[in-house]
Nanobody, 126 residues
């Protein structure tokens, strides 16, 4: 059974940084996607970044240049380094896994992912 556990959320002021972690277990596929998503109150879940098992990474335009994804495969951990945070970045952040690759234009679509963590809250004050 695939399990995902996020951590690292918190409350920061605008311009601050946070590093989220997602520890994954229970899957053995060679080809997979791991993604970061976020959902603010009253809004739809949106893709933030996706990491493909071959090392390629994709970012939403809204976070390019500010967020960085890294993957420690030895520890089955995906990280999301978030710098220069803005109030509009405040949301519940989720880690997700898709087994296998879909088309690249779907990497940041929630429907492409099968397994989800419980989320970690990020609050950004202005």
């Amino acid at each position: 059974q695939v399990q995902l556990v996020e951590s690292g959320g918190g409350s920061v002021q605008a311009g601050g940084s946070l590093r989220l972690s997602c520890v994954a277990s229970g899957y053995r596929e060679n080809g997979y996607l791991m993604g970061w998503f976020r959902q603010a109150a009253g809004k739809e879940r949106e893709g933030v970044a996706a990491s493909r098992s071959d090392g390629r990474i994709y970012y939403a335009d809204s976070v390019k240049g500010r967020f960085t994804v890294s993957n420690d495969k030895a520890k089955n951990t995906l990280f999301l380094q978030m710098n220069n945070l803005k109030p509009e970045d405040a949301a519940m952040y989720y880690c997700a896994v898709a087994i296998g690759w879909t088309a690249p234009d779907r990497y940041l679509a929630a429907y492409s992912y099968k397994y989800w963590g419980q989320g970690t809250q990020v609050t950004v004050s202005s």
